[in-house]
């Protein structure tokens, strides 16, 4: 099966409401690495079955270009689930299936087994949080996506624009992400015309790691592709620590010495992995 993954970015995954025509004919000239086509909390239960029948012909028009096209599902353990993935578990214009409110490796299988799709998971509960690694285990995950909205609610916390109380839960799905190779995405900023407020908190997914974060308007792409890119001081400093690192092992040593800071090869891989980035990026507006 081939990785939905490998090599692409994720900076701004943009949730688009599966029944809205509108919404889904403009998603296809927006700059987002990622839609999450949404079956679940963005449809009312009356338009379920109409909202199927709407995105799975969007998606057999195509147009999406680059773009990852996730289908965020409703729940098996709700009346809609099997319906979604009967109608769009095998449709070709989807990538990837989405399962809201994963808390272990079973909600995964049984997914599984009902469709050949690469599989993400809702990360948005206090159990998930506690089986976040075995979850990320799975062998047909490839994604995580942090609802932090879902997580906020039934932790009972307040909002705090440092998230503190969001800060085991993000941390034990970014560690359970790396430690299986797993994209990872962070949940989205409510705020949508806080254009600052969004900023700070891209900064700070970026910062601890995320991939890139999950956003609930179309203004909100332009702030999220910037945060999660490389900036020009980072491609800077990389493309410097790799010309002194080469520049060292051939007069024979170990380490470079860039800015007053010791540079060894792990942080050549990092170097290395920020010019990829960039590259891969700058191919998307090529």
């Known amino acids: 099966m081939a990785s939905l993954a490998s090599g692409r970015p994720f900076r701004s995954v943009l949730y688009i409401p599966g029944s809205k025509e509108r919404a889904l004919e403009k998603a296809r000239g927006l700059a987002a690495d990622a839609i999450i086509f949404d079956l679940e909390d963005a449809v009312a239960p009356d338009e379920k079955a109409a909202a199927r029948d709407v995105l799975a012909r969007a998606l057999s028009e195509g147009g999406y270009g680059h773009r990852a096209r996730i289908v965020r ?59 976040a690694a075995e979850i990320a285990a799975h062998p047909r995950l490839q994604g995580m996506v942090m609802g932090t909205n879902d997580l906020a609610k039934e932790l009972g916390s307040r909002h705090r624009a440092d998230r503190l109380p969001m800060q085991t839960g993000l941390g ?19 705020a949508f015309k ?24 179309p203004a909100q792409v332009e702030i999220a592709n910037a945060a999660f890119a490389p900036s020009a001081a980072e491609l800077e400093l990389a493309q410097r620590q790799i010309a002194a690192f080469n520049a060292a092992q051939a007069a024979g040593q170990g380490v470079a010495v860039v800015d007053g800071k010791i540079v060894e090869n792990l942080h050549i891989v990092t170097a290395q992995a920020v010019l990829g980035k960039a590259q891969r990026i700058a191919a998307l507006a090529g």
């Open 194 to 217: 806080d254009d600052n407020g969004l900023r700070a908190e891209c900064q700070q997914g970026r910062d601890m790691g995320f991939d890139g974060k999950t956003l609930i308007h």
């Open 73 to 131: 599902i409703n729940g098996l353990d709700s009346p809609w689930g099997a319906d979604d993935l009967e109608a769009l578990g095998q449709h070709p214009g989807v990538e990837a299936v989405l399962i809201p409110k994963v808390n272990r490796a079973a909600d995964l299988d049984a997914v599984a087994a009902l469709t050949d799709k690469p599989l993400w998971a809702m990360m948005e509960t206090a159990l998930g949080m506690l089986n």
């Open 172 to 190: 034990l799905c970014l560690l359970a992400a790396r430690a299986y190779g797993r994209v990872i995405v962070d949940g989205v900023y409510n």
